[in-house]
């Protein structure tokens, strides 16, 4: 997949299966080998069994979790208890003295205030190196602290579609988009930053740091409509500081690889994707390559490896297998 | 395109749902937008200004280029710069001062809260307190005024469950202490004039020519830079002189 085709579907065109001539020969012959090949109902139970293995695993979301929590701990020790590791917020930030700005809130204000500060273009520089070095929205999935309050709301959704008591309501993955500009635009026009105003990273952050707000009412309104309404929908649908970061990981070295050889293609990978679109690739015959990264949109939030049985989707560092 | 150009249209269930889904997109999108702008509301109504921390540039600028991260609020030696809620709207975030429940009484020396604003909301222009103006101090009830009265104050200028802090440098020159354990003992109540930490910004001047008249009235001067010490130390409740944020001084 190009990095154009990535970015399309990232800003909301919808994956198609592959053309003929897009496929490597030994993606087609792995296709074919997989077409020819009927399954027993033996070889299917053993899937399923080791599909449900899979399921209690939890490495990576563990890591994040623990990562999410000190990252946004060390925050709130560096102020209560005056440790003075990263003093601010997720907005703005010394890191040990260095400046950090949030991508999306610094854009805020250079569109707001039409000004360009050399402490934001310190600040913004640093963050996007270490994001693209990271992998880019994997700052929403191991940073945001909305993105845990979103993951635990999101688990009680499935509980209680799974008794048929809600639905999941979608919405059309281009709303990011008009957003992201309509946000830009009336900062731009207003001179004000307009996004902060509801900006659940940032209440969030700030809320945890300085103390409880009214503000929350807005985490928790976006919350109660994940739950009851719309699954992720604001991380899926609604945040333009998820296309910040899309963009900046879009060629990240940090990513999940899809490597078809061994995959059943049950599809279990795209039923725990925030971004299943990203996972497309893993339907059976999509691959047209033996070993591709999964796309922009990405937050390498580690879920589908975690629930892969048979190591298909794997983290990886692009290049680093060569410089050893 | 691996389809064929001569497609079967979609059964009704799947355009339905797609029709759908657009105004869904278009309903919750649009209460995004919606609440993001409602932040313009509280702008709208016209209220008094914030007392905004020292160095903060004109209004409009300081809320655009603040990137509400708080970082001024870390350093405050004496904690008085706290966040707005989200009925600031835009002001969501944004740092400003209550003078009365606690000043900036410039006890860091080095304004502190500019040297760590990361955006120059808080100009970087500015290094001395004296160059500061966040309002200005006004006598706004004369009559509660004790000096005007010629009374003097003994005991807790603000009682003795008052949080405020502030630095008494014959007590502590490093460290602000509580205002509620700095009794005062005073013939006639100067404690405006005592307590602010700008030369020459307030004086007690006497009110007539009898030498034996002991009442006196504060008089604000140019230098004040409204930083709220007077506000927050006097012991008559309500305040008798307050500070009008963003005011400056006109020859009168």
Redesign the interface.
Known sequence: MSLIQSLAIMLGREP?????EEYEPEASALHEAKRACKMSPEQRQEINRQTHEAHKVHTWRNRRWLTLLAVNLLFVA??RFDVQLI???L????VIGF?F??LN??LQ?TL????I?I??VI?TTTVLILWWLLGGRSFCSWVCPYHLLAEWAEALHLKLAAKKLVKD????R??RV??YV??AL?ALA?????????SPT??LS?AM??GP???L??VVFLLV?EVFY?RR?WCR??CPIGITYAVVGAVSPVRVAYLPQDCHHEGECRKVCLVPHVLDVTKKGFATRMHSGIGADCTRCGLCVDVCPTGSLKFEVKGLDKLL | ??QSPKRPPPPAHVTQEARR??L??LL??GM??G??????LP?ARGAAPRLRPPGAIAE??F?????????C??VCPVEAI??G???E??G??VPYLDGRAQACDFSCDAVQCIL?C???ALTHELSKKEEVRMGLARLDKPDACLARQGLGFKGQARGADFPGLHRYEKVDRWNPIRIADHPYDLDLCDLCVRECPIEGAIALVPMSVDAADKRRTPEIRQSCVGCGMCEMICPVEPAAIVIDARAQWRAS
């Open positions: 198609v299966k592959p053309r003929p560096s102020y003093e601010g917020a907005t703005a930030s010394r400046h700005a949030d809130s610094a204000v707001a205030f039409k000004t500060l402490n934001l600040g309501h979608q919405l059309h281009r709303t008009v957003l309509i946000f009336s207003s001179g004000y930053t307009v996004f902060e105003t509801i940032g209440i700030r740091i300085y707000t009214w503000a009412t807005i409509l719309s929908l649908y609604m | 395109m691996s889904r657009f869904r997109s919750l999108g995004a937008v609440a993001g702008m409602a932040g313009w702008m409009s600028d809320l655009a280029a603040c990137i509400k991260c708080g970082q609020v870390q706290v966040l809620d989200i009925d709207g835009f969501i975030g760590a990361p955006t120059g």
